[in-house]
């Protein structure tokens, strides 16, 4: 079996310098618009006003003004600013829920609501980082694996590797129970490290699988080590269906033209008019996102489904089952370090109850044994689960199942030895290119979003020196609301705070989402009327 490649040490700094150094282009670009403008005389400052009718309409030697613009050069201008950017969202690989689509509706209003996930794209680097079909689907975050949840438990015969011992902790208070305890033991599943698909039924996975109570899915974060599950095969032969989003680029490069000359056309009579508040300034979010959604469709392919990856415990949960899992496309490589971590085979005794017994090199069993135990709160878990297990199975639980309780005992066991279950099993991942890569991949985020945001900013000030001129405070309130609420709307959708778990902060966070995002579509509709008032006004305008 293949290992997978080990990246250089260099590459993901070189990668963020490469970044820095474009989003530091972006930035200085805006100071050259002014001069762009005047290099080029395609809209004249000099006209021949001529009234005919209710129509205005102003003409010299290389253009034509008519004034008020009709509805259909207003649709034409919300189309292909505002509505084309819908187009260019990048879906979530394997998703089938609605949230894809609610987001795409609400970043037609606000479109840095979705700056989020095409930074997270960028900065993943699929298309730099995988060395082949398999380690850009791993950095995609595309494959999945088995793993245990916090409600497991082990089955007669059951045996589970790479386990942690702690012994117990030394109390004054409990010398005479220390040495009875020292032979029982309570489990503790290790809380999972990677994403867990809280909503399984929403996500779209190729193949056929069954999982057993107390297993999950979960997506397998970059640089774990994975092969060929044929060990005899190559790894960069593996094959996974991906295609990349050609036509969202272009419809993105598309939109990115017409705002370009958007611009153009607004360094004239329109900054002179309105000022900062001038409805031509209202396309440069859309377009910072466009040129993000379009490098995003260019670096991550687009994958209609999530693909499994073959573990030890997978291997367990099909024991469990009888149902293989059909449809992995690799295999992830054990660790072999049993510095750290033991194997354990856990056995049911009529007398004992279940005990776990440490297995050597060879799963010879090498005399050290602790007695299982049960908390209160594992006893709970353990009849609900048994609950759900008996309701799933038409009330004819198997010998061995979930069913069969552990002993309860309500008891103090905090002199008991802890055995700390890996939710995962064990797998080979390397650290170093996983710190690397998180390092890489929090600092390109950063930099993404800071140039976004002070992108439109430095447009203004570049070609409107953020002066008003003639616009009124309704026009400035809402055009200048629209970008700043909107941004503000961005943030929220990329921070995640660490108050999260308690249910007061989740009530306050929850009311202050829903006000910003409530503030955000007041603003975004009252900028769209103000914007079509401005074009209105400011008449349509085609060459001779």
Known sequence: MQLPRRLPASFPLDLLRAT???ASALLLLPALLPYLADAFPL????????TIGNNIIEADS???????????????FF?????????????????????DYLRTIVSLFVPFFGISQAASTIARGSRFLGKDELGRALHAGTLCVVQRKQTWRPKNGDVVRGCMIEAPKRSKKRRTSSTSSRDEAILHIQPPTMTEFTRPEKWKIQGQYSLPHGYSFAKLPPGTSLGAINPATDRSAVVVASSYGIVKSFTAALQILFSVFTLYSAYGSQIQKYGYAAFGFSVVPYTVMS????????????????FMVESEV????????????????AAMIPAFDRNEWVDLKFRRHKERGLTAYELDLEDQETGRKWRVVNTDQQNNEEQQAAAEHMNTRDNHPAEGSEAEQLPLQPRDTSGCTRIVIPGAGQYQRKKQVVKKSNRFYNQS???????????????????????????TRRQRTFMMGWLVVGQ??????????????KRWWRRVELGIKTVVVLMGFAFSIGGFMEAGYMMRDTGFCFNL
């Not at 189309?79 to 949230?99: D, V």
């Not at 997978?314 to 496309?329: I, K």
């Not at 503000?488 to 778990?501: P, Y």
Request: glycine letters at 6%; a neutral charge; charged letters at 20%.
């Open 20 to 22: 820095t150094t474009l």
């Open 291 to 306: 040129f993000l959604n379009a490098i995003a469709n260019m670096i991550e392919a687009d994958y209609d489904t999530l």
């Open 62 to 76: 290389r253009h034509v003004c008519v004034t008020p613009a009709p509805w259909t050069q207003i649709f034409s």
């Open 79 to 99: 189309l292909t600013n505002y509505i084309a950017r819908i187009a260019t969202f990048k879906k979530t690989s394997g998703y089938e829920g609605s949230r």
């Open 488 to 501: 503000i709307i961005g943030i929220l959708d990329v921070a995640e705070t660490k108050g999260g778990r």
């Open 43 to 50: 809209l004249a400052r000099q006209a021949t006003t001529i």
């Open 445 to 471: 985020v950063t930099i993404i979003v800071i140039s976004a945001l002070i992108f439109p900013y430095i447009v203004l000030g570049a070609l409107s020196k953020f002066e008003r001129r003639q616009s």
């Open 314 to 329: 997978m291997v367990e949960a099909f024991e469990r089952t009888g149902e293989e899992f059909v449809g992995a496309v």
